[in-house]
């Protein structure tokens, strides 16, 4: 059985930091791409990064993710079947849940949902001004 567990969430004031990260199980974490997702509050869940098996990654540039290049580092550990997201420079707009999904072998260049076949529950983050 596959499980996807974040953690790392929390309450920071704007420019502060946090570190978030995916727990993996009960699939060969090597053979997946990871993404993050976030969702505001009334707002639909985007892509923010996906991180490929070789070490690409990718953003979804179906939205602005202008003001989150240079803040926000995608990374994995293989060995520890984790993915990373690192969020520095936080600002109140990047309130949210953010999610982990798992996609077999590549990111999806559509970042479509429905193409990633795990989740996790989602770890939620809330920057206060």
């Known amino acids: 059985q596959v499980q996807i567990v974040e953690s790392g969430g929390g309450s920071v004031q704007a420019g502060g930091s946090l570190r978030l990260s995916c727990t993996a199980s009960?699939?060969?974490?090597?053979?997946?791409?990871m993404g993050w997702f976030r969702q505001a509050p009334g707002k639909e869940r985007e892509g923010v990064l996906c991180?490929?098996?070789?070490?690409?990654?990718?953003?979804?540039?179906?939205y602005d993710t202008t003001s989150m290049k240079g803040r926000f580092t995608i990374s994995r550990d293989n060995a520890k079947n984790t993915l990373y997201l690192q969020m520095n420079s936080l600002k109140p707009e990047d309130t949210g849940t953010y999610f982990c999904?798992?996609?077999?072998?590549?990111?999806?260049?559509?970042?479509?949902?429905?193409?990633?076949?795990?989740w996790g529950q989602g770890t939620q983050v809330t920057v206060s001004s």
């Open positions: 999904a798992a996609r077999y072998r590549s990111c999806s260049a559509s970042w479509n949902p429905l193409e990633f076949s795990y």
């Open positions: 009960g699939l060969t974490f090597g053979d997946y791409a």
């Open positions: 991180l490929s098996r070789d070490g690409d990654y990718t953003w979804d540039n179906k």
